[in-house]
Structure formats: C-alpha cells, structure tokens
Nanobody, 118 residues
Framework: QVQLVESGGGLVQPGGSLRLSCAAS????????MAWYRQAPGKERELVAQ???????KYAESVKGRFTISGDNGKNMLYLQMNSLKPEDTAVYYC????????????WGQGTQVTVSS
C-alpha cells in the first residue's frame, strides 16, 4: 500500500510563494508518474503539474512560469514550488502517484489547503 502525505499549505497573500511537499512511502522511481492536482470549491479536480519517469514535466497553462514540480529520490519527496500566487490558485492541492504494474492505479494524498487572499 502506498501512502502519500502532503504538507506546506496555508494562507498567503497575492504575489507570495509557498512550497508544497509530498512524502511518499516508497521510492519515487517506483512510480510511472507523479503529479499535483487541485480542486477549488464547486470545481472539478484539475492537473496542475506532472512529472513522468522523473524526466518529462507538464504544467497547466494557468501555472506555467509560476509553479515548478520537482522530486528528491533520496528522500522520497515530491515538491511543488508556487510563486506569484493568485487568488484563483486557492484550492485543496493533492499529491498523486500513478503506477502501471502489475496494474494501473492512482494513489492520492489527503490534500492540503492553499488559500491566496489579502
């Protein structure tokens, strides 16, 4: 069983920065991809940033140039550096890990709240 535990959320003013962390219970290299998703009130969960095979990254258009996904294999940690935060970034942020063997499965963390407000 894989466990993902997010931390680092909180209240920040517009223009500020936060770094989210996700602690995984096993090596990041054991996952096909890892990602951050978010869900705002009344909206569907959306992909924010994804790293596939530890090399290829993908970002939502709304966060390109502001957010950076990274990982530390030695610590089994995934990060999301968020800069120039906007009120529309307010959401619960979820860590995701996707495996393809022995079957395809998505693992999710419990989420961490990010609120951008003055």
């Amino acid at each position: 069983q894989v466990q993902l535990v997010e931390s680092g959320g909180g209240l920040v003013q517009p223009g500020g920065s936060l770094r989210l962390s996700c602690a995984a219970s096993r090596s990041l290299s054991s996952f096909f991809s890892m990602a951050w998703y978010r869900q705002a009130p009344g909206k569907e969960r959306e992909l924010v940033a994804q790293s596939t095979s530890g090399r290829n990254t993908k970002y939502a258009e709304s966060v390109k140039g502001r957010f950076t996904i990274s990982g530390d294999n030695g610590k089994n940690m995934l990060y999301l550096q968020m800069n120039s935060l906007k009120p529309e970034d307010t959401a619960v942020y979820y860590c995701n890990a996707f495996v393809v063997a022995p079957y395809q499965w998505n693992y999710w963390g419990q989420g961490t709240q990010v609120t951008v407000s003055s």
